[in-house]
């Protein structure tokens, strides 16, 4: 399954832009990334991929909408899953791109190759 393009697009309005900000394909869709590290993406799976405070995690999977990532056959602690029926609210969305945004500037900027 491709990502949803429109959804990559109703992101892409709530970053601002920067010259931190960059996007790539991922994870079989589009992620939107600050200072390399990613913040959130338009998921090849349906929905939204965001990053958070690893600490946060298991509080946040308690939220209906809110699945683990998983990759390998495990939960990435700190890497969430958005259902696309929350993602398609425009005020869950902001809430989520907000959070995934705002912990991945508490990262350390990643050296570019």
């Given at each position: 399954?491709?990502?949803?393009?429109?959804?990559?697009?109703r992101?892409?309005?709530?970053?601002?832009?920067?010259?931190?900000?960059?996007?790539?394909?991922?994870f079989?869709?589009?992620?939107?990334?600050?200072?390399?590290?990613?913040?959130?993406?338009?998921?090849?799976?349906?929905?939204?991929?965001?990053?958070?405070?690893?600490?946060?995690?298991?509080?946040?999977?308690?939220?209906?909408?809110?699945?683990?990532?998983?990759?390998?056959?495990?939960?990435?602690?700190?890497?969430?899953?958005?259902?696309?029926?929350?993602?398609?609210?425009?005020?869950?969305?902001?809430?989520w791109?907000?959070?995934?945004?705002?912990?991945?500037?508490?990262?350390?900027?990643?050296?570019?190759?």
């Amino acid at each position: 399954m491709a990502y949803d393009e429109e959804l990559a697009d109703r992101i892409r309005l709530m970053i601002k832009p920067g010259p931190e900000l960059s996007e790539r394909k991922m994870f079989g869709g589009l992620a939107f990334l600050i200072g390399g590290n990613m913040a959130v993406a338009a998921s090849g799976q349906g929905g939204l991929l965001v990053r958070v405070d690893p600490k946060e995690s298991d509080e946040l999977l308690g939220i209906e909408f809110v699945r683990p990532m998983v990759m390998g056959g495990r939960d990435m602690v700190g890497w969430l899953r958005v259902t696309p029926d929350a993602a398609d609210d425009d005020a869950v969305l902001r809430e989520w791109v907000d959070r995934g945004v705002d912990y991945a500037r508490t990262l350390p900027p990643k050296k570019k190759k």
